[in-house]
């Protein structure tokens, strides 16, 4: 009964899907002709052709199903399926124009600016109607298509709060997995995931009702419990000491039309980033722990940081060197303070700071972090600590690929070695670049705050990332990462 309610979804979905392409084509095309003054189709296929309809919509679709579109998302985030929609029509675009130099159109060609010649290369985008079109196209459709899939989840998870649209499933194991698997599925009521019985991870069922709901049996009587008992789903939360179990518990499973999840028994904070599944020559292989900026990601994020850090460089230059000045005037020293800080994957570098302190030499500085009102930071050095304006010079540690934007904080070599022992969990801090602000800096946890808070912003910010969560720091930056009572 689920699976074909999830067809008539899958089909609805797809055709609302098909008429948010339609509308995008149909906006784009509207477009060009608005902008480039050109009469309507002479003839009835210029009004089929012109508007590639029929070219974008067999592409869009069959994207989107390849980036995993069409596939139950009760538990998957809304934001997850929206960049997941805007790469696929991003490759969508870029497959539709290659269908359409592969198939020779030159429909598009129709009404060419006289003078887009003159108005160069780069212009054409506004003068050449064809590449208006296409990008109109490209700024519209995810637009329209993550709109449309908003409503829908949206008017989804509404239905589902209100007992509808349930996906039945078992838990199999009553220890606290188990019971930790069905309190997270009724918080999250918009699911959809209703627990409809337990069954005992140990072979026999010592205990008759678990998290308010039946436990119908143990491990003997699965068979018997799953085919009298029909459900859509079945979560294996076994303890650790049961993991052995697992591959038996599957190959029993395979006899039944029902979907199945695994909850390891891995406290969430080892987990910074979501595991994969991936398969070398039939051997499958997960991805327990990997670095979260690696391809596309990666590329977008060190874009941003040469971006970011050059527009900070020339908007702040001219405070920059009055700060040099007023340094060098006021006390004996170097401007910049360099000294060794730990990076991604445990690279040392060199960081730049204005010098605060009357005292710089590196190595003569103990392993504790700078106490308030510390006798070695000069009259304008507490100014600059206040402000954090002596963090500016690691926009150059930026460009140079040392640091991000946005990340963790550094520290010492020093104090990498004593709390890598101390706090289990601290390198994963080392799986992203060290930033010159971060999520912990925005909310507060700067200078001789609590290292376990931090550490646990620290990972959420790991275990989290993203471009546009990149984005949201920086903006908060602006009004919480300068001027701080922490700072000092």
């Given at each position: 009964?689920?699976?074909?309610?999830?067809?008539?979804?899958?089909?609805?979905?797809?055709?609302?899907?098909?008429?948010?392409?339609?509308?995008?084509?149909?906006?784009?095309?509207?477009?060009?002709?608005?902008?480039?003054?050109?009469?309507?189709?002479?003839?009835?296929?210029?009004?089929?052709?012109?508007?590639?309809?029929?070219?974008?919509?067999?592409?869009?679709?069959?994207?989107?199903?390849?980036?995993?579109?069409?596939?139950?998302?009760?538990?998957?985030?809304?934001?997850?399926?929206?960049?997941?929609?805007?790469?696929?029509?991003?490759?969508?675009?870029?497959?539709?124009?290659?269908?359409?130099?592969?198939?020779?159109?030159?429909?598009?060609?129709?009404?060419?600016?006289?003078?887009?010649?003159?108005?160069?290369?780069?212009?054409?985008?506004?003068?050449?109607?064809?590449?208006?079109?296409?990008?109109?196209?490209?700024?519209?459709?995810?637009?329209?298509?993550?709109?449309?899939?908003?409503?829908?989840?949206?008017?989804?998870?509404?239905?589902?709060?209100?007992?509808?649209?349930?996906?039945?499933?078992?838990?199999?194991?009553?220890?606290?997995?188990?019971?930790?698997?069905?309190?997270?599925?009724?918080?999250?009521?918009?699911?959809?995931?209703?627990?409809?019985?337990?069954?005992?991870?140990?072979?026999?069922?010592?205990?008759?009702?678990?998290?308010?709901?039946?436990?119908?049996?143990?491990?003997?009587?699965?068979?018997?419990?799953?085919?009298?008992?029909?459900?859509?789903?079945?979560?294996?939360?076994?303890?650790?000491?049961?993991?052995?179990?697992?591959?038996?518990?599957?190959?029993?499973?395979?006899?039944?039309?029902?979907?199945?999840?695994?909850?390891?028994?891995?406290?969430?904070?080892?987990?910074?980033?979501?595991?994969?599944?991936?398969?070398?020559?039939?051997?499958?292989?997960?991805?327990?722990?990997?670095?979260?900026?690696?391809?596309?990601?990666?590329?977008?994020?060190?874009?941003?940081?040469?971006?970011?850090?050059?527009?900070?460089?020339?908007?702040?230059?001219?405070?920059?060197?009055t700060i040099a000045i007023v340094i060098r005037l006021t006390s004996p020293g170097p401007v910049i303070f360099k000294q060794r800080r730990v990076s991604l994957a445990g690279e040392v570098f060199k960081i730049y700071k204005f010098r605060t302190m009357s005292d710089v030499d590196d190595e003569k500085l103990d392993t504790s972090w700078t106490q308030r009102?510390?006798?070695?930071?000069?009259?304008?050095?507490?100014?600059?600590?206040?402000?954090?304006?002596?963090?500016?010079?690691?926009?150059?540690?930026?460009?140079?690929?040392?640091?991000?934007?946005?990340?963790?904080?550094?520290?010492?070599?020093?104090?990498?070695?004593?709390?890598?022992?101390?706090?289990?969990?601290?390198?994963?801090?080392?799986?992203?670049?060290?930033?010159?602000?971060?999520?912990?800096?925005?909310?507060?946890?700067?200078?001789?705050?609590?290292?376990?808070?931090?550490?646990?912003?620290?990972?959420?910010?790991?275990?989290?990332?993203?471009?546009?969560?990149?984005?949201?720091?920086?903006?908060?930056?602006?009004?919480?990462?300068?001027?701080?009572?922490?700072?000092?």
């Amino acid at each position: 009964m689920l699976k074909q309610r999830h067809q008539l979804f899958v089909s609805l979905l797809a055709g609302a899907d098909a008429a948010a392409v339609t509308v995008a084509c149909l906006i784009a095309w509207v477009s060009r002709m608005w902008v480039f003054e050109q009469p309507l189709p002479h003839d009835w296929e210029g009004y089929f052709k012109e508007p590639l309809v029929l070219f974008a919509l067999p592409i869009v679709l069959y994207t989107m199903s390849a980036f995993r579109l069409y596939r139950p998302q009760r538990d998957r985030s809304l934001w997850n399926e929206q960049g997941q929609i805007l790469k696929s029509a991003i490759v969508s675009v870029v497959v539709l124009v290659v269908a359409l130099w592969a198939v020779g159109s030159d429909f598009l060609n129709r009404g060419r600016a006289a003078d887009a010649e003159l108005w160069g290369i780069g212009s054409r985008l506004i003068t050449d109607p064809a590449r208006l079109q296409l990008l109109v196209l490209a700024v519209t459709m995810p637009v329209l298509l993550g709109a449309q899939r908003f409503v829908f989840r949206t008017g989804l998870r509404f239905i589902r709060r209100r007992g509808f649209n349930l996906c039945h499933v078992a838990i199999i194991g009553v220890g606290r997995l188990g019971q930790i698997t069905a309190r997270t599925l009724g918080r999250n009521s918009w699911t959809g995931i209703n627990v409809s019985y337990f069954i005992s991870h140990h072979d026999t069922a010592r205990r008759e009702r678990c998290m308010g709901k039946p436990v119908v049996g143990g491990l003997d009587d699965l068979e018997s419990i799953l085919e009298g008992k029909r459900a859509d789903a079945v979560y294996l939360a076994l303890p650790s000491s049961q993991g052995g179990r697992v591959p038996e518990l599957l190959k029993r499973l395979e006899r039944y039309a029902v979907d199945v999840r695994i909850v390891p028994d891995v406290h969430p904070r080892y987990l910074p980033q979501s595991m994969t599944v991936n398969e070398l020559e039939g051997m499958p292989i997960l991805s327990y722990r990997e670095c979260p900026i690696k391809g596309l990601g990666g590329f977008s994020k060190r874009l941003l940081d040469i971006m970011g850090a050059s527009a900070a460089l020339v908007l702040f230059s001219p405070l920059m060197v009055t700060i040099a000045i007023v340094i060098r005037l006021t006390s004996p020293g170097p401007v910049i303070f360099k000294q060794r800080r730990v990076s991604l994957a445990g690279e040392v570098f060199k960081i730049y700071k204005f010098r605060t302190m009357s005292d710089v030499d590196d190595e003569k500085l103990d392993t504790s972090w700078t106490q308030r009102d510390d006798p070695r930071i000069t009259r304008i050095g507490a100014w600059l600590r206040k402000t954090s304006i002596d963090e500016l010079p690691q926009l150059i540690n930026v460009l140079k690929g040392d640091m991000a934007l946005v990340g963790p904080r550094p520290e010492r070599p020093e104090l990498i070695a004593r709390f890598r022992e101390d706090w289990r969990g601290y390198m994963l801090r080392q799986h992203v670049k060290a930033g010159i602000t971060g999520w912990a800096q925005v909310n507060g946890l700067r200078g001789d705050t609590s290292l376990r808070k931090r550490l646990q912003y620290d990972l959420f910010y790991v275990r989290h990332w993203s471009i546009w969560f990149d984005l949201r720091i920086l903006w908060l930056t602006l009004f919480r990462g300068f001027v701080h009572r922490n700072a000092h």
